[in-house]
């Protein structure tokens, strides 16, 4: 932000300084040492200070304001036309005073810079037509100055549009420069804004995926408790300890996500699955190949794979009736393969399509697996694929 201050700095005072110094040094002089008569000599200094505030001016507001690729920038027609005037007088009456070399200086000027808001058809249509005007009126204009042979003619027609050409390059090419640090200085403040967007986006799907699991778990035990507290105190206290872990866990784990710290490990919620399914009297068997150690995951592998034990996990506990559940977890070809289903699926859209699992496909995808649901009669089962190295193009955080 400071370099591009600064190269704002630079490029302002390059055009301003430039504008005002050609219009002041060099045609003011020619204007005060002409002899002509007062009245004009005041007209001239007139249109020459108006022609140079509006320049400066215009400079000012064309920096202000980079466009859109394509897009021009808001005209200020009152100083257009205030600066267009002055040159216009300005150029008048250095023609009429026979300077072939500098009367087009000033009317240049000021097409450069109305050319520099406008977008790049109209941009060139601008130039082109001002070029052939200012040739015109150099050729046209060449007897009155006194200078009438062919080659003092052709010199006086093909000055002008040179001169605005040179002009407009300069101008344009360094008012591009600018524009281009300024869309790249845009585009990085852009960038870090989705940056943050996704990090934000990250930090509620690890929350949901925290916070929803343990907060379910915890409902589950407490009712559990509720209905044991009359027939089965002692039972009943056991259970609101487990409560008062959970809540602990659940405290821990999110200090944990707000420092960035935690990942969800594959082996950790399958313990825990089996765990919390227990506890709800579901028959939980885990099927897990000798030769599929989870330590040949990536952290990412085993972070989504975690991930998606966990939200299955949840859903049976939240959607279903189960009474068996099963965990299937093998290798094959290089693809970690996970699978588990239960006998309880009920009705309702949640259990089909819960917005947890939808946003775990799209993780699973980004890393190159793929995690799929479906129904069948009283069956429900989530099926995940991950390579065993995922860890390109996805942060499973």
Same mark, same amino acid.
């Given at each position: 932000?400071?370099?591009?201050?600064?190269?704002?700095?630079?490029?302002?005072?390059?055009?301003?300084?430039?504008?005002?110094?050609?219009?002041?040094?060099?045609?003011?002089?020619?204007?005060?040492?002409?002899?002509?008569?007062?009245?004009?000599?005041?007209?001239?200094?007139?249109?020459?200070? +108006?022609?140079? +505030?509006?320049?400066?001016?215009?400079?000012?507001?064309?920096?202000?304001?980079?466009?859109?690729?394509?897009?021009?920038?808001?005209?200020?027609?009152?100083?257009?036309?205030?600066?267009?005037?002055?040159?216009?007088?300005?150029?008048?009456?250095?023609?009429?005073?026979?300077?072939?070399?500098?009367?087009?200086?000033?009317?240049?000027?000021?097409? &450069?810079?109305?050319?520099?808001?406008?977008?790049?058809?109209?941009?060139?249509?601008?130039?082109?037509?001002?070029?052939?005007?200012?040739?015109?009126?150099?050729?046209?204009?060449?007897?009155? &100055?006194?200078?009438?042979?062919?080659?003092?003619?052709?010199?006086?027609?093909?000055?002008?549009?040179?001169?605005?050409?040179?002009?407009?390059?300069?101008?344009?090419?360094?008012?591009?420069?600018?524009?281009?640090?300024?869309?790249?200085?845009?585009?990085?403040?852009?960038?870090?804004?989705?940056?943050?967007?996704? /990090?934000?986006?990250?930090?509620?799907?690890?929350?949901?995926?925290?916070?929803?699991?343990?907060?379910?778990?915890?409902?589950?035990?407490?009712?559990?408790?509720?209905?044991?507290?009359?027939?089965?105190?002692?039972?009943?206290?056991?259970?609101? $300890?487990?409560?008062?872990?959970?809540?602990? /866990?659940?405290?821990?784990?999110?200090?944990?996500?707000? $420092?960035?710290?935690?990942?969800?490990?594959?082996?950790? /919620?399958?313990?825990?699955?089996?765990?919390?399914?227990?506890?709800?009297?579901?028959?939980?068997?885990?099927?897990?190949?000798?030769?599929?150690?989870?330590?040949?995951?990536?952290?990412?592998?085993?972070?989504?794979?975690?991930?998606?034990?966990?939200?299955?996990?949840?859903?049976?506990?939240?959607? &279903?009736?189960?009474?068996?559940?099963?965990?299937?977890?093998?290798?094959?070809?290089?693809?970690?393969?996970?699978?588990?289903?239960?006998?309880?699926? +009920?009705?309702?859209?949640?259990?089909?399509?819960?917005?947890?699992?939808?946003?775990?496909?799209?993780?699973?995808?980004?890393?190159?697996?793929?995690?799929?649901?479906?129904?069948?009669?009283?069956?429900?089962?989530?099926?995940?694929?991950?390579?065993?190295?995922?860890?390109?193009? +996805?942060?499973?955080?």
């Amino acid at each position: 932000m400071r370099d591009l201050a600064s190269f704002r700095r630079s490029t302002w005072w390059s055009l301003a300084g430039t504008t005002a110094f050609v219009l002041v040094v060099l045609l003011g002089r020619r204007v005060l040492i002409a002899a002509v008569p007062s009245w004009a000599t005041v007209a001239g200094l007139v249109a020459l200070a +108006v022609t140079t +505030v509006a320049g400066v001016v215009l400079l000012g507001r064309r920096m202000a304001g980079v466009p859109q690729v394509g897009e021009p920038v808001g005209l200020p027609l009152g100083w257009l036309v205030a600066g267009g005037a002055g040159a216009a007088v300005l150029g008048g009456i250095l023609l009429l005073l026979g300077d072939d070399g500098a009367w087009p200086v000033a009317p240049a000027m000021m097409v &450069s810079i109305a050319a520099t808001f406008l977008p790049s058809r109209r941009r060139w249509l601008l130039l082109a037509v001002s070029a052939a005007a200012a040739a015109a009126l150099g050729w046209i204009a060449t007897p009155v &100055s006194g200078s009438g042979d062919g080659g003092g003619r052709l010199w006086a027609a093909l000055l002008p549009p040179g001169l605005l050409a040179i002009t407009a390059a300069t101008l344009l090419g360094i008012l591009w420069a600018w524009d281009v640090a300024a869309r790249l200085e845009r585009a990085g403040r852009l960038s870090a804004d989705l940056a943050v967007a996704d /990090e934000r986006l990250r930090f509620a799907a690890d929350l949901h995926d925290i916070q929803g699991h343990h907060l379910q778990v915890i409902a589950l035990k407490s009712e559990l408790a509720a209905r044991l507290a009359q027939t089965d105190p002692a039972r009943a206290a056991v259970e609101m $300890q487990e409560v008062r872990r959970l809540a602990a /866990e659940a405290l821990r784990d999110t200090r944990a996500v707000v $420092q960035g710290y935690r990942r969800t490990a594959l082996d950790d /919620e399958i313990a825990n699955a089996t765990r919390v399914l227990a506890a709800a009297d579901i028959d939980a068997r885990m099927r897990l190949d000798a030769d599929a150690g989870t330590d040949r995951l990536s952290e990412t592998s085993r972070n989504l794979l975690g991930l998606v034990v966990r939200e299955a996990t949840t859903n049976v506990l939240r959607h &279903s009736r189960a009474r068996r559940a099963e965990v299937d977890y093998h290798v094959t070809a290089g693809l970690a393969q996970l699978r588990m289903g239960n006998d309880g699926a +009920v009705d309702h859209p949640a259990a089909a399509a819960g917005s947890g699992l939808r946003v775990l496909a799209e993780r699973l995808a980004a890393a190159g697996g793929r995690l799929t649901w479906e129904r069948d009669g009283d069956r429900f089962v989530v099926a995940a694929s991950l390579p065993l190295d995922a860890g390109t193009g +996805v942060e499973a955080g």
